[in-house]
């Protein structure tokens, strides 16, 4: 039987080989974490080498999930959500009193004639993405059939149009810039089904009274491209050209009434920030 002196000592050992072990460990570490290049030649904006091992690590983030048809995805750990499917209170009407559409069932609908509604949150370069359903009894044809719209600033919309075996002038149709350009192609989904935009804008730089930079929208509907880097022409008109009006650098999100049911779920975004940026 062991005494405890020679127990004690044999823990104090132990203890001993696993702090040495534990500060091997750190150091192995520590030079694992030296990463990259300093003598390497300087990439333009003359801040990083290339293969900067110093240059700030990325930010670590959840991406969440994607939708079905049947439930809304989870959206990336670090956006910004502005609807998800139980009120409006990120919402408000264009007097800015309560958003008046209605929520049911994990999606909002546009009440006809209550007015579009503007989101709280005020934003610039940003990733947006918005779920959309065109109603299942198909009524008027045209631009009467499901009209809606996602107006970046309340100027630069992206159209919602029930363009499932429906036709319009192609600049107004679902997925175009309204005015501007149509889709590159249609990529509708049929009525009742959830339809997906992730949209990327860069908003327009305004110096003084005078624009500096136009906006851009690169657009997907249903994951498939149909805006590569469009330049915006300017604020979206119905019969007259697109043209730019000084606004703030910052935002609001507009969902258009134009007097159809559309339906909206799970709307989210994520500000664009430079690179090496926390
Ligand atoms: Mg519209």
Not at 17 to 36: D, K, N, S
């Amino acid at each position: 039987m062991k005494s405890r002196a020679t127990a004690l000592a044999g823990a104090g050992l132990l203890l001993a080989v696993g702090v040495g072990f534990g500060i091997a460990l750190t150091a192995r570490a520590q030079q694992q974490e030296h990463f990259g290049y300093q003598d390497t030649p300087m990439l333009p904006g003359g801040k990083w080498h290339v293969h900067d091992g110093t240059r700030p690590q990325p930010k670590i983030i959840d991406p969440g999930t994607a939708s079905t048809q049947d439930t809304p995805g989870k959206p990336p750990s670090d956006a910004i959500v502005l609807f998800d499917g139980k009120d409006l209170s990120h919402w408000k009407a264009g007097n800015g009193g309560p958003a008046g559409w209605k929520v049911e069932n994990g999606y909002m609908e546009v009440a006809p004639k209550s007015g579009s509604i503007i989101s709280r949150d005020e934003f610039s370069d940003c990733q947006m993405h918005v779920e959309w359903c065109e109603p299942t009894t198909i009524r008027g044809r045209d631009q009467g059939r499901g009209n809606s719209g996602v107006i970046f600033f309340g100027k630069y919309e992206i159209q919602v149009l029930d363009s499932y075996e429906s036709k319009t002038y192609p600049d107004g149709q679902a997925a175009a810039i309204y005015g501007s350009y149509p889709p590159l192609v249609n990529a509708m989904r049929k009525q009742g089904e959830w339809q997906v935009y992730d949209i990327l804008f860069t908003a327009p730089r305004f110096d003084g009274d005078k624009l500096v930079k136009p906006g851009y929208f690169t657009v997907f509907h249903n994951g498939v491209a149909v805006h590569n880097h469009a330049e915006l022409l300017g604020d979206s008109n119905h019969r007259a050209l697109p043209s730019y009006t000084l606004h703030t650098s910052k935002g609001p999100l507009l969902l258009q009434d134009h007097g159809n049911p559309v339906r909206f779920r799970n709307i989210w975004y994520r500000e664009l920030k430079d690179y090496d940026q926390p």
